[in-house]
Nanobody, 126 residues
């Protein structure tokens, strides 16, 4: 049974930082692209970042480039999202996601998700 469990959400002031991480189980982690999506208030869920199984391919949505960093530790079956210089518009529920495919990162960027986590709330105050 695939499980993706997110940790690390919370409340932070604008300009601050938060780190999210997602613990994965139930599938071969090194066969999956891993990523993060978010759902902002009143909006559809949107792609944030994705990383290939070997960390050699990374995608970001334009609004987080230079501020967010995705990484993974295959030995720990964990994917991370370091969020710096946070803005109020980053307020959202953040979801971990996976695509179990050699091109999983590209699939995630196009919205093709195999499994979702339950989400963690990130609130950025102005």
């Amino acid at each position: 049974q695939v499980q993706l469990v997110e940790f690390g959400g919370g409340l932070v002031q604008a300009g601050g930082s938060l780190s999210l991480y997602c613990a994965a189980s139930g599938f071969l982690f090194t066969q999956a692209g891993m990523g993060w999506f978010r759902r902002r208030p009143g909006k559809e869920r949107e792609f944030v970042a994705a990383i290939s199984w070997g960390s050699n391919t990374i995608y970001y949505t334009d609004s987080v480039k230079g501020r967010f960093t995705i990484s993974r530790d295959n030995a720990k079956n964990t994917v991370y999202l370091q969020m710096d210089n946070l803005r109020p518009e980053d307020t959202a529920v953040y979801y971990c996601a996976c695509a179990i495919h050699p091109l999983g990162a590209a699939k995630l960027q196009s919205g093709q998700v195999d499994h979702w986590g339950q989400g963690t709330q990130v609130t950025v105050s102005s």
